[in-house]
Antibody, heavy 112, light 110 residues
Framework: EVQLLESGGGLVQPGGSLRLSCAASGFTFSTYGMSWVRQAPGKGLEWVSAISGSGDSTDYADSVKGRFTISRDNSKNTLFLQMNSLRPEDTAVYYC?????WGQGTLVTVSS | QSVLTQPPSVSAAPGQKVTVSCSGSSSNIGSNFVSWYQQLPGTAPKVLIYENNKRPSGIPDRFSGSKSGTSATLGITGLQTGDEADYYCGTWDNSLSALVFGGGTKLTVL
């Protein structure tokens, strides 16, 4: 069974940084591309970024391009999202996703 | 404004059937598999349908998916009050190089 556990969320001031982690188990981690998807309070789902199984290929939503960096450590079955220059509009629950499996999410709040 | 278009809400009585539509374009639904997600209040999304019409293990056959051209449809039969949730369609968009979602449809079981 796929299990995904996000961590690293919290309250940060505008312009600040956070690094999210997603610990994965129950599947062969290095063979699956993974994504980060976020959901602002009361809003729908918004894809943020994706990475290939090897980590060689990445994609970003225009809204985060140049500010967020997705990466993975296949030796530790862990996905990361480095978020810099955070803005209030980045406030959301951030989920990691793989082939339809979702974690429980971690809340990021950007506010002064 | 979402790339994929869903109705904001649908409703039906317990035991009845409901469908949720998802409209896209040739660069997304027309070219790629569609997934459907259920999000119960206060919880993370859960996949109901993947690759247009396949159900993960544990998802009852009351849930079904189909795709035709640039549109997809989620069907739910034998509605139960526990089906009240937000439903999202999602697929990859080749032009945007992005995973795109519909705006979500709130299902009310009257």
């Amino acid at each position: 069974e796929v299990q995904l556990l996000e961590s690293g969320g919290g309250l940060v001031q505008p312009g600040g940084s956070l690094r999210l982690s997603c610990a994965a188990s129950g599947f062969t981690f290095s063979t699956y591309g993974m994504s980060w998807v976020r959901q602002a309070p009361g809003k729908g789902l918004e894809w943020v970024s994706a990475i290939s199984g090897s980590g060689d290929s990445t994609d970003y939503a225009d809204s985060v391009k140049g500010r967020f960096t997705i990466s993975r450590d296949n030796s530790k079955n862990t996905l990361f999202l480095q978020m810099n220059s955070l803005r209030p509009e980045d406030t959301a629950v951030y989920y990691c996703e793989v082939s339809g499996g979702w974690g429980q999410g971690t809340l990021v709040t950007v506010s002064s | 404004q979402s790339v994929l278009t869903q109705p904001p809400s649908v409703s039906a009585a317990p035991g009845q059937k409901v469908t949720v539509s998802c409209s896209g374009s040739s660069s997304n639904i027309g070219s790629n598999f569609v997934s459907w997600y259920q999000q119960l209040p206060g919880t993370a999304p859960k996949v109901l349908i993947y690759e247009n019409n396949k159900r993960p293990s544990g998802i009852p056959d009351r849930f079904s998916g189909s795709k035709s051209g640039t549109s997809a449809t989620l069907g739910i039969t034998g509605l139960q009050t526990g089906d009240e949730a937000d439903y999202y369609c999602g697929t990859w968009d080749n032009s945007l190089s992005a995973l795109v979602f519909g705006g979500g449809t709130k299902l009310t079981v009257l």
